[in-house]
């Protein structure tokens, strides 16, 4: 790919920082303030159709599949309709059962990843109704589907992904919108969502603006040889993310796990030389989360914390600006990709071409 890297080193770091815009264009012509709801004209699915769903079953690979947990999330909160994620390859061999009143939904940035493909082919052939979230207009999985939303986060070309990542949770917050306002969904948090999702681009500008001090973190951390990554629900994938990103780019082994189960056995890891990086909002789960913080510097363990307001048990936080509850994961994740950025940096890695990926997996 040539795409202009307008004066910046790699496609990695471009993109990082096209995210404020490209977050712009999914919300385009999309909000509807006068019923405090969204217009996704391409779902194809009529209200009756929508309000007859009583399952979400979300299915991707990789950072897909994260962006994915995320949506799920989103769409019980926002929409209580019972979703879950889960990885499109395990779902294609594990003969699932195909059940009508599902909403299958496929997301790819590229919408040409095999295995999401033959996911949305044998569903398809089932008789399933699927949607596509896609970023690559026209692309394989698109077309497959029954109707979908395009994410409009622009071209990727580093094999990393992060504005894809973020647009497509904005798209599934709009989804997890829609869907609510014509079931439960009051107009008052429909208009609280809205507002959330209008302050994003100005927040996303916002984390960006720490650039230095992140970058100043990531070489101090760069000497690790296992970072582990932590996060409770809203947290959770945030933390997937941020293991998968490192991992990938900078090939620094990172492990995620829910803050919830260390004491199942995670502890055992933990000493000064494995660093923990915590996703802590400000939200109901806050002291929960600052208990497993504790539990972690009990027994020696560096903290990385991203969270909106510092974090005493932490040895260094990431502030990052609070939104809506809801919203909140698709913001936790941007200082990571920046972390993950210059720990590569650091380690002079090959950033938007990592050894042994590809951009897209069309193969089995
Ligand atoms: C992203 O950072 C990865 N390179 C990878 O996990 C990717 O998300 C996955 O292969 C799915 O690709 P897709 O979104 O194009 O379907």
């Given at each position: 790919e040539s795409y202009d890297m307008g004066g910046h080193d790699t496609y990695m770091h471009k993109e990082i920082h096209e995210q404020a815009e490209a977050v712009d264009r999914v919300l385009r012509g999309r909000i509807d303030d006068r019923f405090a709801t969204v217009h996704l004209?391409?779902?194809?699915?009529?209200t009756r159709e929508a309000r007859a769903v009583r399952r979400v079953k979300i299915l991707g690979c990789g950072t897909s599949y994260h962006a994915g947990m995320i949506g799920a999330q989103m769409i019980e909160e926002l929409a209580r309709i019972p979703a879950d994620a889960e990885p499109a390859s395990e779902f294609r061999y594990r003969n699932a059962v195909v059940d009508p009143d599902t909403l299958y939904i496929a997301v790819s940035q590229?919408?040409?990843?095999y295995d999401v493909l033959a996911a949305v082919q044998e569903l398809k052939r089932k008789g399933a109704r699927v949607l596509g979230v896609v970023n690559?207009?026209?692309?394989a999985i698109a077309r497959e589907a029954d109707g979908g939303i395009y994410v409009h986060a622009g071209p990727e070309v580093c094999v990393v992904s992060t504005k894809c990542f973020t647009n497509t949770c904005v798209a599934f917050a709009l989804l997890a919108l829609h869907l609510g306002r014509i079931r439960d969904l009051s107009v008052r948090d429909g208009k609280r969502i809205i507002e959330g999702l209008r302050r994003l681009p100005a927040q996303i500008s916002e984390i960006l603006k720490q650039e230095e001090e992140i970058k100043k973190l990531a070489e101090s951390y760069a000497d690790a040889r296992s970072m582990l990554f932590i996060g409770r629900v809203r947290g959770y994938p945030v933390a997937r993310e941020a293991s998968l990103k490192l991992k990938e780019v900078s090939y620094i082994h990172a492990e995620a796990y829910p803050a919830s189960e260390l004491k199942h056995g995670p502890l055992a890891l933990i000493e000064p030389a494995l660093p923990t990086v915590a996703i802590v909002p400000?939200?109901?789960l806050l002291e929960k989360n600052r208990a497993a913080m504790e539990e972690i510097r009990a027994r020696s363990g560096r903290i990385i914390a991203v969270a909106h307001q510092k974090q005493?048990?932490?040895?260094r936080t990431i502030v990052v600006p609070k939104n809506e509850d809801e919203l909140d994961p698709i913001l936790m994740g941007i200082p990571l990709q920046l972390f993950a950025y210059y720990t590569a940096l650091t380690l002079g890695r090959d950033i938007d071409k990592p050894r042994n990926l590809a951009k897209s997996v069309t193969v089995e």
């Open positions: 004209g391409g779902i194809n699915l009529d590229s919408g040409e990843t690559v207009v026209g692309s400000d939200d109901d005493e048990k932490a040895d």
